[in-house]
């Protein structure tokens, strides 16, 4: 079974809501994040969280629109999309954060699962 697994993505217009759940299945105080790809680019950095919580990024084009959040009890984090644009389109990622490197680099996180898809369309 994969560690991390995603649920709660969907097809949306422009100007819609989803909310992204990610369960793991054991107790971790890695910063945990979520990534989005599209077919034939790079996966793009879109939010993360340390273990308490205290210390949040998100990609500047999210910024105001999302929101990350972790509930250590259920060993989970969301990621609440608010006013959700066609660019925000594409398969979602929940990872951890393994590598001390930039937030930004795909190298730096693993336990990359399946993935939950978004499409926002009109």
Not at 42 to 63: C, L, M
């Amino acid at each position: 079974q994969a560690p991390l697994r995603e649920s709660g993505g969907g097809s949306v217009q422009p100007g819609a809501s989803l909310r992204l759940s990610c369960d793991a299945i054991d107790q971790t105080t890695y910063t945990k994040g979520w990534f989005r790809q599209v077919p034939g680019k790079e996966r793009v950095f879109v939010a993360s969280i340390n273990w308490n919580g205290r210390d949040i990024s998100y990609a500047d084009s999210v910024k105001g629109r999302f929101t990350i959040s972790r509930d250590n009890a259920k060993k989970a984090i969301y990621l609440q999309m608010n006013n959700l644009k066609p660019e925000d389109t594409g398969v979602y990622y929940c990872v951890y954060k393994t590598r001390v490197g930039p937030l930004q680099a795909s190298s730096e996180w693993g336990y990359w699962g399946q993935g939950t898809q978004v499409t926002v369309s009109s």
